[in-house]
Each structure stands twice: as C-alpha cells, then as structure tokens.
C-alpha cells in the first residue's frame, strides 16, 4: 500500500505501558484522523512514526518498504514530517530561514540567500497565495496561522517528503484561519500525500478527514470510514462508554456583581453564580481583556473588582500557565500554600483534583513530563484549589479530550453553582453556547452587547465576530 502502515507497535517507559499493540494505516492521497483521549497514547505513537522514540516491537512500512527510523533526521530523509501542537519556529529569523532550516543553499562556499528564498516561496506555494507570506519576513511578525503554514512548508521544502503529520494545528487558531488551514490541507491530499491528523474537535474530523483511528488506553481499538460514522460513535469508541452530557448545565442563580468593566469599547458585568463568555476571532482583544482585569497588563478600561481573590488560567500554558519543571502538587499548590510546605503536604492536597479532572499523573510526577492535555488540566486544577470568587478562564479546554471536556464543564458549572463568578474566553463557540449564561462578542477591541446563551447559537456569534 502506497502510504505508511504501522503494525502491533508497543512502547513501555518503565512500568508504564505507553503503546500496547497499536495498528494504524494512513494511504497516500488521504486524510487519516487520529482521535483518543488524552494520556491514549497519540503522542508516544507519533513519536515513533516520527523517528522521536524507538518502539519496543511492532513494524511499519512505508510505500511498502519496511520503515524503521533511528531519529527525526532519518525520519525526514524517508519522508516523513511531523509539524508539532508548539510550533518550534526561530521568530528572530525570517520565513526563508525557517523554511530551510538546516537545509539553506550555497554557493562559493556562503549562503544563497536569493536561491533560499526561491525555494522558500516555492515551499509555500501550496500552503499560501502568492505574496501573502514574504519569504523575508520576520516570522515574530506573522499571525498565529501564517506560523502555523511556515512550519508545515518547512516539511514540505524537503522534495522527499510524503507523509506529513500534523498534531492539533487548529489549536491556536480562529475559525477564519482554521477555514484557511483546511484549504490547505485539502490541497496537500490531492498532491498524494498521506496525512495523520490529530485533533480534539471532532467537528474538525467530520469537516476534513476521509478516515479515522481511534487509540485508547495505548491500543487501536476503532478504524473507519469517517463519512459513514457519526460524531456519537467516535466518542464512544474514545471513552469506551457513552458520553451522556456534555454540556452540563444546572440551575444556577445570577447574584451581586463581582466585576464591572466600563470605557475604552468595553461594557461588561459579572455576577456570582454566572458562567459569561468572550467569543471572537484570534487578534479581537479577548486575552488582552482577561489580562488587564487580571492586572497583567494596564487597562485603558476602569476596572472594579468586588470579590475575594481572582484567579485566572493563561491561554498560554508552556509559558505563563505552569511551573513545567516543578511536579503537579507543587504547581496545583503553589497559589495556597500551607504554613508548613513538604512534597507530603502537597502531594495529599493535589490528590482531590488529580482524582476530580482525571489527571493522569502521579502527584510528584513533573509536569514537563505530561501530555499538553493533562498539563492544562493541572493548571485548571490550580485555579480550582486557589479558592478564589472570581475566576478568569482563556481557552479553557485547548488541547483536551472530549471526555475530559465534560468533566471542565462540569467543574466550571458546579463553581458558579457555588456561588462564583465564571468569565471564559473562548475560539471554540460550541462550549460557549453550552456552558454560559449570557456571551459577548469581541470584534477589534470592541466588546459588544451580551445575548442570552439560550438566545443565540455559533452561526449569529461569528456572523458578529467577523
């Protein structure tokens, strides 16, 4: 078969059995999604496809020849790229550098630059319009999505690339530019090339993929056609049960105003008891707003908070929402401590929320060493421990499985149920809808009218954002 075949792959590290008997095929000319809770497994497999990690046992082929890479750059000289969730971009470099990192032409014994940014420009051709990405652009000054084609055009500068992997590329992206991105990568499927998509938003893989793999528990335990399938199915092939409500919602009662924001295009109040929600396109000004309420930034807003404690999760976990090196009690515990600090201390207060957001790690496990979705879990689960009356929420299931998402909306619910006030920013206008009782729309800086959840539905919402 013209593509890549995986075969009884298995990976443990220690006692941990990571990979246990994976089988997976992703033929040239296709989209294969590749769907599963966090912790199933996806990023050891695509460690292995991508030269990163060496299975135990198992085989692969690729283009019907056996395929066994020693290392990433074996990987890539067989043609196989992997365009990682974290872009790793040189944003001090521009376009032209990035794409042909590691590859940058000569002649007479120095760099090419005007045959570097040719092959650049010919490396984005099919991602971009002409013009719209300037091979001598810094890439700093790019959009989130234009990042996101720089990288996947530096995997196909490489003339013998033919499986292109791409782990969650929606993720820092609006709907505009998920739309665009999809495009693009119709486009690589009609060149021939096989692609392994991974992706938490099943609307997503109904939207684009023609097949689809679902690992659990490090096992393949589903495949099929993603067209005569539906979303229900999936879910239940990933949880290995029924996801009954998604969206929990009880009754809740809308309380004293905690925060009031005035001026500056923004009218906006919280009260206790409420989940409101900020909906807009990447670059609206929704994360500046959580930020100067949070006082990270200065506000241009008059900003009066009426609550005991504020707490907020960045939408930015790698670099502003965890402590990566320090373990999960430590970075759960760190906003509340105790007088007496010890790893025991620590390790028995993080229990209840490991346990609660179903955290798969150990408590004094590092968190560098989780998947990106059990690491936004720990930062929600620091939030929830910090106690605090007002809680501020950017992007708060990024990178989450479905079932894990259920259980987010759930815990958000039952602290407004308790009397918090919830203010959550959100790309994704399904949970919006789902789990606030009223939502804004942010549109260039400007926050409009709040509507009634029960009143609008995502279709109105982005009509407003755009």
Not at 373 to 393: F, I, S, T
Request: net charge neutral; proline share 4%.
């Amino acid at each position: 078969m013209k593509g890549l075949v995986a075969r009884g792959v298995t990976k443990s590290f220690g006692a941990t059995s990571a990979l246990a008997g994976v089988d997976l095929d992703a033929p040239a000319g296709a989209i294969t999604a590749l769907i599963g809770q966090n912790g199933a497994g996806k990023s050891t497999l695509m460690g292995v496809l991508a030269g990163a990690v060496s299975p135990d046992a198992g085989a692969m082929t690729l283009d019907g020849a056996p395929y066994a890479p020693r290392s990433p750059l074996d990987a890539r000289r067989a043609g196989v790229a992997m365009v990682h969730q974290e872009l790793s971009l040189c944003p001090h470099l521009s376009v032209a550098e990035n794409v042909m990192l590691g590859a940058l032409p000569t002649r007479r014994g120095l760099v090419d630059w005007e045959r570097a940014r040719e092959m650049a420009a010919a490396a984005l051709e099919p991602l971009a319009p002409k013009s719209a990405i300037d091979p001598r652009a810094k890439v700093s000054d790019l959009s989130p999505a234009n990042q996101q084609i720089v990288e996947i055009a530096r995997a196909l500068a490489d003339a013998r690339c033919r499986i292109v992997i791409l782990d969650e590329p929606t993720s820092s992206l609006g709907a505009e530019d998920a739309e665009r991105l999809f495009s693009r990568v119709g486009a690589l499927r009609e060149r021939g090339l096989a692609i392994v998509y991974i992706s938490h938003f099943l609307e997503e893989v109904k939207r684009l993929a023609d097949r689809f793999v679902v690992l659990r528990d490090g096992k393949s335990v589903a495949e099929g056609e993603v067209a005569t399938t539906t979303r229900d199915a999936m879910v239940e092939h990933m949880a290995g049960r029924r996801v009954e409500a998604l969206y929990p919602r009880s009754p809740r009662e809308a309380k004293d105003v905690v925060l009031r924001v005035s001026g500056a295009g923004a009218e906006l109040e919280v009260r206790r008891g409420e989940i409101v929600g900020v909906a807009g396109l990447v670059g609206a000004g929704r994360t500046e707003l959580l930020r100067a309420i949070f006082g990270l930034d200065a506000a241009r807003a008059q900003i009066r908070v009426l609550a005991r404690g504020v707490a907020m999760v960045s939408e930015d976990r790698k670099t502003e929402g965890l402590a990566t090196a320090l373990s999960v009690a430590e970075n759960v515990t760190m906003t509340r401590a105790s007088w007496l600090v010890t790893r025991a201390s620590e390790a028995r207060a993080a229990a209840p929320w490991i346990e609660k957001l179903a955290i798969r790690a150990r408590p004094l496990q590092r968190v560098s060493e989780l998947s990106g979705g059990n690491q936004q879990k720990v930062a929600l689960a620091r939030v929830l421990h910090d106690g605090a009356e007002l809680l501020l929420v950017d992007e708060p299931t990024r990178g989450i499985d479905v079932e894990a998402k259920a259980q987010i909306y759930e815990l958000l619910d039952r602290e407004a149920r308790a009397g918090k006030a919830v203010l959550v920013v959100s790309s994704y206008l399904p949970e919006l809808v789902g789990i606030c009782d009223r939502i804004h729309v942010m549109r260039r800086g400007v926050l409009g009218p709040s509507h009634a959840a029960i009143e609008t539905d995502e279709r109105a919402l982005l009509r407003e954002a755009t």
